[in-house]
């Protein structure tokens, strides 16, 4: 489904997000993407969409090369959901999830913004499924808690039914509780569908109860690779630095001046 | 990726725990240096004299003084606006096709005796002769006739503003860097913006008067041009400083940019989009009556006839409708915002 040939990402000043990484991701699997920050994970997971250009090696979905030749017909199969939910706060909760058809849309349709029945129709089942209200319909987006937003953000990556959704730290900005149910409604929308998703989180908990296979990157480097069963306590203290910052806790500052 | 190890060069220790004071001595000296050239550019326009003359004219107000050139001047044109004129006196005679059986609305007619120095031809003597005239009075004529001026004025602004919006919708386009298809688009865009917003209104009415003679096509264009200069800047601005994270997401899914404007851009930006509009609406009413006085119809090609005729209190009816007009403007765009912002 998803195939990351030997591809490395080096920016213009040599910084090297990703280094050398081969990934197979089958139909159908919730593969999670675990490291910390500039680990690489989000470096990794724009590359299925082309919305980062690796500068080595090729991205394949579901046997298509992407490039920029491809992309205007892979996207529209490539739902996306945002660590910032990324919508638009002041448009209301309907506009915001049927924003995520309007690739399948015709212009002159598009610009006053007529979506079909079916679209609405099927905007209202997703809403619905991801556990909302018919009054958050007209709401805008700002008026929502950021789980819930979420939850329309995850609506919307679902809207065209896309084979495969890619998740940037769904719930880096959520409380431990909205993040549990977010993610659980995440897996359980892709089981529904079959959907293929690639999701990157930092937390190892929840990736132990939500992912079907771990793999974990660390300074651009693919550190594990398998099932939550076999990332146990070691594997996860392996992907994180020494901690940096010690607190002082001898010498008041006060008294180093 | 980099600095994985605390950066060796940034300070530390208590040296580094240091909050800057909100200005310094620089700061002191700049400012006074602005103020010095305040001072000098001031005495290149007069400004002495204005204070001057302005406390003169406050002094004589208030009777400290028994005249002074300001107040004096300003209440001579006072005198002659006010009051103001409603009434129309039209002399029968000279009416074409006059049909005493169906007057105007509110019109009745009068009859009036005029002296009137006339030259005998028999003496070669001045005489003054009495002569009685009819003359048609209407009691809100002016008044009307002015509200119909000011009707015109009214769709001049709005037709202006309308070309505008539509002008610089596309303009916005391509002077927002961020949508501009290449750089070149772009800086052609914001040289055309920057050329549309330097030419002022009433120049341009000037040329376009040559080109589509005297009436209101030439005012509604000139306003038009200049506005578009003016909304093209600032659309373009909101544009690009719009949050780029819900664009994003749509360019993630393969939206066009057309589309990705009108879903992600637009509704971030409408409440501005339409602030501006109101104000371009508010400003060309306004200049709309300015761009009268060269010839582009409306109410200023009045204002302008009846100042070369000195007939001040007709002066005076048209200031006093500009006047309410621009309040009654002031009060609905407040409303208009306050509904859709």
Known sequence: ?257 | MTARTPNPLAPSGAAAWHIAPPFGARGVVGLLLALLLCFAAGQRVEMGRMFALTGEGLMAAVGLRDSAQVSSGLAGIARSMFPVQISERTEVARIEGFDRARLPFFAHIETETVHEPRLDPTTLQMTESVVEREVLVEPLGYAWHVLAKMVETLEIALWATLLAVAMSLPLAWFSARNYSPHRATYHLARGLVSLLRAVPELVSALLLVLAYGFGPIAGVLALALHAAGFLGKFYAEDIETADDKPQEALRAIGASPLKVMRFAVLPQVMPQFIAYTLYVLDRNVRMATVVGLVGAGGIGQELKGRYDMYNYSHVGTILLAIFLTVFLLDQLAARLRRRFA
């Open chain 1, 1 to 257: 489904m998803l195939r990351f040939d030997s591809v490395g990402m080096r920016y213009a000043d040599d910084t090297v997000a990703l280094e050398t990484v081969t990934l197979h991701i089958p139909r159908g699997q919730f593969c999670v993407v675990l490291g910390s920050s500039g680990a690489g994970k989000s470096t990794l997971l724009r590359m299925a969409n082309g919305l980062v250009v690796p500068t080595r090696g090729a991205v394949h979905v579901d046997g298509v090369r992407v490039a920029a030749s491809t992309l205007a017909g892979l996207r529209p199969r490539i739902g996306m959901i945002h660590q910032q939910f990324n919508l638009v706060l002041r448009a209301s909760v309907a506009t915001n999830v049927l924003s995520g058809a309007l690739p399948a849309l015709p212009l002159w349709r598009a610009m006053p913004g007529l979506f079909p029945e079916a679209m609405r129709q099927r905007a209202c089942e997703l809403l619905e499924a991801v556990g909302l209200q018919p009054t958050h319909l007209a709401r805008r987006a700002s008026e929502l808690s950021g789980g819930q937003q979420q939850r329309v953000g995850i609506a919307r990556a679902f809207m065209l039914a896309p084979p495969l959704v890619l998740a940037d730290e769904p719930v880096a900005s959520l409380d431990p509780q909205a993040s549990r149910e977010v993610l659980m409604l995440l897996r359980q929308q892709a089981a529904e569908r079959g959907t293929t998703v690639l999701c990157s989180l930092h937390q190892v908990d929840l990736a132990r109860s939500f992912a079907d296979r771990i793999v974990a990157l660390r300074h651009g480097e693919l550190v594990f690779d398998g099932p939550p069963s076999r990332f146990d306590a070691a594997a996860a203290r392996a992907l994180y630095d020494e901690p940096r910052v010690r607190v002082a806790t001898a010498a008041p500052m006060r008294e180093a001046a």
